[in-house]
């Protein structure tokens, strides 16, 4: 054999190595993967879905009939969004969870909520935050699927998609069960039931809506605000666009409990705060494990009539 024969077959055989190479290749990190509702079949796309693209719901009011939206039970966990390899917060920063509790997780994104069950957000919010996952506080958590970032189809497919091939995969996940309603008497009656038994409310997810990142109109909140008094104890210097201006003011309730309401002042009155010992009316949204006011928001002065 010449020498020009050697070079031609090493040539080939490294163009071999080459094909075998690419055709063994793993998919890269960016990879989307969706499924084929009908044969669980998985479907490889280049497009990466960025973090960037999490979806948040909104407080917007429901635009034509109640039957066209999906309803399920708001969680009060954390939110969590699985990229497929990690476990990420609603910011991006990544959440330490035991290998164990993922070990079964499938490799394309999942958006939903780490919940311990209803009144324990605390717990959850704390679990979260830690820098180490310990696993024996994670035996009691389970990640609550609502939607699949990556299929490009509406969202009663998306949910069909997430119960078909979800549904018996970890005892760690659990798709959250949506119901369709038609009737607002209904409606009103399951946010009731929700509240008493400890809950937070509800969410309404129109039937035909795509995955969209940001806010979406799509995607509703239903939560009960109630409103209550306190009187002003002191104030607290704002910061960056309210600097020179009152940012917040700390309170005390008829129930004795102190906490600060930052919200809901135009900028006059961040120029001319209510006065101390004075009577405001707040809004909130349920109170924590210990007692304060949720999201609790300024809406005026009481005048003594």
């Known amino acids: 054999m010449n020498i020009f024969s050697v070079h031609q077959l090493i040539v080939h055989v490294l163009v071999l190595v080459l094909v075998l190479a690419l055709v063994c290749l793993p998919l890269s990190v960016g990879a989307e993967e969706q499924l084929d509702i009908n044969s669980k079949r998985v479907i490889t796309t280049q497009s990466k879905i ?30 969590g969004f699985w990229d497929g390899k990690r476990m ?15 070990k079964r997780f499938p ?18 919010s704390a679990l ?35 119960k078909l091939s979800l549904s018996d995969l970890s ?18 009656t399951w946010l009731e039931e929700v509240i008493e038994d400890g ?18 109109s799509d995607l509703i909140k239903l939560k009960p605000y109630y409103d209550a008094e306190a009187s002003v104890l002191a104030y607290q210097a704002g910061k960056g666009k309210f600097e020179g201006m009152m940012g917040s003011i ?22 001319n705060p209510p006065s101390i010992g004075s009577i ?19 809406l005026r002065v009481r005048f003594e009539q």
């Open 88 to 102: 990420l917060s609603r910011s991006g920063r990544v959440i330490p969870v035991p290998r164990w509790f993922v």
């Open 50 to 79: 960025a973090f960037t693209h999490i979806q948040l719901a909104t407080d917007a009011k429901i635009q034509g009939s109640i039957a066209d939206y999906l309803v399920s039970e708001k969680l009060d966990g954390v939110r």
């Open 280 to 298: 405001v009316t707040y809004q909130y949204s349920g109170l924590t494990q210990k007692g304060t006011p949720r999201f609790a928001r300024y």
């Open 250 to 271: 700390l309170v005390v309730n008829s129930e004795g409990v102190t906490f600060k309401i930052g919200t809901g002042f135009t900028i006059k009155e961040r120029m």
């Open 199 to 216: 809950g937070e409310g509800l969410m309404l997810h129109r039937e035909n809506a795509t995955y969209k990142s940001g806010r979406n």
């Open 171 to 188: 005892v760690f996940m659990e798709v959250i069960e949506h119901k369709r309603i038609v009737k607002q008497a209904t409606l009103e």
């Open 128 to 162: 979260a935050r830690r820098k180490v996952a310990v696993d024996e506080d994670w035996r009691s958590v389970k990640f609550m699927v609502f939607d699949l970032p990556a299929s490009s189809e509406k969202f009663e497919s998306r949910y069909k998609q997430a």
């Open 107 to 124: 490799s394309y994104p999942l958006d939903g909520e780490l919940w311990m069950g209803r009144g324990t957000f605390e717990q959850m």
